[in-house]
């Protein structure tokens, strides 16, 4: 019999697109498919296990989800993704309002799962993590103008503080083929926003047996109906000139690169099992600027790895000093067990830790603020998103924002703007790091 099902993602955009999966495979076997729990026959959440608050941000919906049950107001609860496949026994152990997990290699085995836990099971469905299907229609959650398009999935990088391989399994691109009729569904259903998405994109598919590159792939997407192209995350060693090319020529690709590099010191960046020095970045982010005048890259930075003193720290704050990085995300290092980081030696303290992430972003925040005030006067293209009633005004994305982590622009208007309309708006302020202005006619 079809059920009502409510699925809530947790994490980031790649867990968003799986779910989304999951999603169109209920639905298409005549289930209802929600994001209300209350009154539904199964929840599904699907989390993320990547760093520590993610795992209690996890773990404190499952508890409010059982609360949930115990009133009645849900039936069933399966838990999907990475903090199943990580913590698979405690999960059994310790929170019995679980009915049912799915780990990250068994997203096409929701409608099963369903079907288990509502007949009294407690399925659990582990399938390898080095051979998901990827391909399957989605259920898009997104603003209709705005769509995530996933290339690959897993990562082989080994980076000494990740867990995600283990997670997610080793990298592997979807076919040119499957990436292109995605898109192209996407582009007919009125998509204006394409944000390519993978753990690491720049490797898109060096592992095909046609072998094929990021390159090739953005031009043939750029063919599509699509107004912005948008990047995330591209790992500064597998930039090549022939990708700065096409970025820097294509008009659909907006300049706005995530470019996550997490440190800049060499002796941290080693450790890291990262593959490039200080010098090798600054070099990059000269022939990036030199090729596109307007970047802005967006990049994620680590305090607190294991050995990084003073020194290294103050490195880091001279260099986004000197580069002025537009956007920038500051983490502090969580030592996750089953990584090369967290056995390390010279531990460092994490109320020090935390200290250096709250200096980071302190400095960080002067440079954006910089770089607000340099927008001033000029015209930007705004993505509509909407009118923000509390705001009194609409709001929108330039291409320096990408959807909820970067900024927004509150403008006003004569006239009615449709969300996922395109406008030309004059900025003339900037309030709580976020732009003002108004349609210039």
Request: proline share 4%; charged share 25%; hydrophobic share 40%.
């Amino acid at each position: 019999m079809p059920y009502k099902i409510a699925f809530i993602s947790l994490g980031c955009a790649k867990n968003l697109v799986n779910t989304e999966q999951m999603m169109a495979l209920c639905r298409t076997v005549g289930h209802t498919v929600t994001g209300d729990p209350e009154g539904a026959d199964v929840a599904v959440l699907n989390t993320c296990g990547f760093i520590e608050t993610a795992k209690s941000e996890a773990i404190d919906n499952i508890i409010e989800l059982g609360e949930l049950k115990r009133a009645g107001s849900l039936k069933k609860l399966l838990v999907a993704g990475c903090l199943s496949q990580r913590y698979r026994e405690d999960i059994r152990a310790e929170l019995p309002e679980v009915d049912g997990m799915l780990g990250t290699g068994s997203y096409t085995d929701v409608v099963d799962a369903v079907e288990a836990v509502m007949a009294g099971e407690r399925p659990e469905y582990f399938g390898g993590i080095h051979s998901t299907y990827e391909d399957g229609e989605r259920l898009i959650t997104t603003p209709p103008y705005t769509a995530y398009l996933k290339i690959a999935e897993g990562c082989s990088n080994g980076c000494a503080f990740c867990i995600i391989p283990k997670l997610r399994g080793r990298y592997r691109s979807r076919s040119m083929e499957a990436v292109l009729a995605e898109a192209r569904g996407l582009a007919a259903s009125g998509v204006k926003e394409l944000i390519v998405i993978a753990q690491d994109i720049t490797r898109y598919g060096l592992d095909l047996e046609e072998k094929s590159s990021l390159a090739r792939l953005l031009e043939e997407l750029c063919r599509l109906d699509f107004h912005w192209i948008r990047l995330h995350y591209l790992y500064p060693e597998a930039i090549t000139e022939e990708l700065i090319s096409v970025i820097a020529s294509q008009p659909k690709i907006l300049h706005y690169l995530d470019i996550p590099i997490q440190h800049c010191d060499d002796g941290i960046l080693k450790a890291m099992r990262r593959r490039n020095t200080r010098a090798e970045l600054e070099a990059l982010f000269a022939r990036l600027r030199a090729a596109m005048p307007d970047l802005v890259i967006r990049t994620s930075l680590i305090c607190g790895l294991p050995g990084e003193g003073e020194a290294e720290f103050e490195a880091l704050c001279q260099f986004l000093r000197e580069q002025k990085l537009q956007r920038v995300g500051v983490f502090q290092f969580s030592p996750e067990e089953g990584t090369l980081a967290a056995a390390m030696d010279n531990q460092v303290d994490p109320d020090t830790a935390a200290r250096r992430v709250e200096l980071a972003v302190d400095l960080q925040s002067r440079i954006m603020d910089a770089y607000n005030e340099e927008r001033l006067g000029s015209v930007m293209e705004v993505l509509c998103e909407g009118f923000d009633s509390a705001e009194g005004c609409y709001t929108g994305r330039t291409y320096a924002d990408s959807v909820e982590i970067d900024g927004r622009v509150l403008f006003t208007a004569a006239g009615l703007v449709p969300a996922g309309e395109f406008v030309p708006v004059r900025i003339t302020g900037v309030c709580d790091g976020d732009l003002t202005g108004e349609i210039e006619e």
